[in-house]
C-alpha cells in the first residue's frame, strides 16, 4: 500500500496550465484574537471546532502534499497560534525540515502570542515569519483592530527576533492611513533588518465596512513611495506573488502585492487548505475540493493523493477580483476561512 502510494506521489503538481504547486498554505484554524476591520466583521461566527481537521489530519495533509512535490508549507489562519497545542504540527513536520523533503516550513501570525512561541517556532525549524503590522499608531492600531494591542505586537516582534527569526512586516494598504505612515513603516521594517510588504485589500468577505473607501491601489502608493526613497528592482522571488524593490537609501527590500492593480496569476504556485479541510486552488475563485471527508473515507492515502491531483487539475488560470465590484465581497468567504 506504501509502495503503491509513493508511486502514485512520484509525479509532481502541475496545473492544466504548465503551473507547477510547490507552496502550501494550510489554516489551522479561521479563529482569531484581533478583529480587524478589512478582514472580518467585529461579530464574526467562526466554524464550530467539531468541523475542524484535528492536528492529527492536518499534518496528513500537509505529508501528502510534501510527498506530491510541495516544498513550501505556510501554517496560517485565523491566527495560527490561538490553535491549542499546534506547536505539536511544527514539531512533528520538523523531520522533513532535517531530511530536505520540505524546504521552508513558515508561518503568517499577528504576533499577539508570538512572543510564548518564537523559541519553539526556531527549534522546530522555522527560520521566518511574516507578521501582519498595519500601523505603528498605538491607537489607530486598536482602532484597525477592533482592541487589540500594539505594545504585545511589538514585544511577539522583538522575541522572534532574538531568537533569530527573519521577520517580514505584511502591511494591507488602507486609503487614509498607510499614505500617512509608509514612511514609519520602512524605517521601522529596515532600521531592524525586516522586510517591508504592501498587499491592496482583497474583496473576500463580508466586513461591515465600505471597502472601496479603504481601498488604495499600490501603484499611487508606490509613486509616494518613489518620491521620497530610490526603489531599485530585484529579481527576488519568495514563492509568493510579491513583486520585491530594494530601497537605496536603507538597503532593505519592499514588496507589492497587488490582487487588483496586477494579475500575479501567471506564476501562481501555491494552494490553500482551509481548517476544515477544504482545498481551494485559487483564492479569488469559489472552487473547493473536500478533502476532509476524503480522509475520513480511508486511512489509506491513495484516496487523498487522487483528491489532491484532481482538484489542481481544475485550477484556474486566475482570479476574479474587479474593481468596480469593490463596494461588496467577491467572494463570500472571510480570508480567515481562507486562510491567509
Known amino acids: 500500500m506504501l ?27 479561521d479563529r482569531c484574537d484581533l478583529r480587524c476591520v478589512y478582514c472580518m466583521p467585529e ?30 508549507i505556510r501554517i496560517t489562519g485565523g491566527e495560527p ?33 508570538l512572543a510564548d512561541h518564537a523559541a519553539g517556532l526556531a527549534e522546530a525549524g522555522v527560520r521566518r515569519v511574516n507578521v501582519s503590522l498595519d500601523t505603528l499608531d498605538p491607537q489607530r492600531f486598536t482602532e484597525l483592530t477592533r482592541g487589540g494591542s500594539l505594545t504585545t ?27 500617512k505612515e509608509v514612511d514609519q513603516l520602512i524605517r521601522f521594517a529596515h532600521g531592524d533588518g525586516m522586510d517591508l510588504t504592501l498587499i491592496e485589500t482583497m474583496p473576500l468577505g463580508e466586513t461591515g465596512e465600505d471597502r472601496l473607501a479603504q481601498y488604495l491601489p499600490l501603484d499611487s502608493l508606490r509613486r509616494q513611495i ?21 530601497i537605496e537609501e536603507t538597503g532593505g527590500l519592499v514588496g507589492f502585492i497587488t490582487p487588483l492593480t496586477h494579475n500575479f496569476c501567471e506564476g501562481c504556485n501555491r494552494v490553500r487548505v482551509t481548517a476544515a479541510g477544504l482545498l481551494h486552488t485559487c483564492l479569488g475563485q469559489e472552487d473547493a475540493a473536500d478533502l476532509k471527508d476524503v480522509m475520513r473515507a480511508s486511512q489509506d492515502d491513495r484516496m487523498l493523493v487522487d483528491g489532491i491531483r484532481a482538484a489542481i487539475q481544475s485550477k484556474p488560470r486566475g482570479h476574479d477580483f474587479v474593481l468596480d465590484r469593490m463596494s461588496a465581497p467577491t467572494i463570500a468567504r472571510h480570508m480567515s476561512n481562507t486562510g491567509g
Do not use: C
Open 3 to 29: 509502495m503503491e502510494t509513493s508511486q502514485a506521489s512520484a509525479r509532481p503538481l502541475v496545473d492544466t496550465f504548465g503551473r507547477s504547486v510547490s507552496y502550501l498554505r494550510l489554516s489551522v484554524t
Open 81 to 113: 497560534l490561538v490553535r491549542k497545542n499546534v506547536m505539536t504540527l511544527f514539531n512533528n513536520l520538523s523531520p522533513s525540515l532535517r531530511d530536505g523533503s520540505l524546504k521552508e516550513l513558515t508561518l503568517t501570525t499577528n504576533a499577539t502570542r
Open 226 to 246: 518613489e518620491e521620497r526613497w530610490t526603489l531599485n528592482p530585484v529579481a527576488l522571488r519568495t514563492g509568493g506573488p510579491a513583486r520585491y524593490a530594494r
Open 153 to 179: 505586537v511589538l514585544k511577539g516582534i522583538e522575541a522572534a527576533r532574538l531568537v533569530g527569526l527573519a521577520i517580514k512586516i505584511n502591511t494591507v494598504a488602507l486609503k487614509g492611513v498607510t499614505e
Open 43 to 72: 461579530r464574526m461566527i467562526f466554524m464550530q471546532r467539531q468541523h475542524l481537521l484535528s492536528l492529527e489530519e492536518l499534518e496528513r495533509v500537509a505529508r501528502a502534499f510534501i510527498q506530491l512535490g510541495v516544498t513550501k
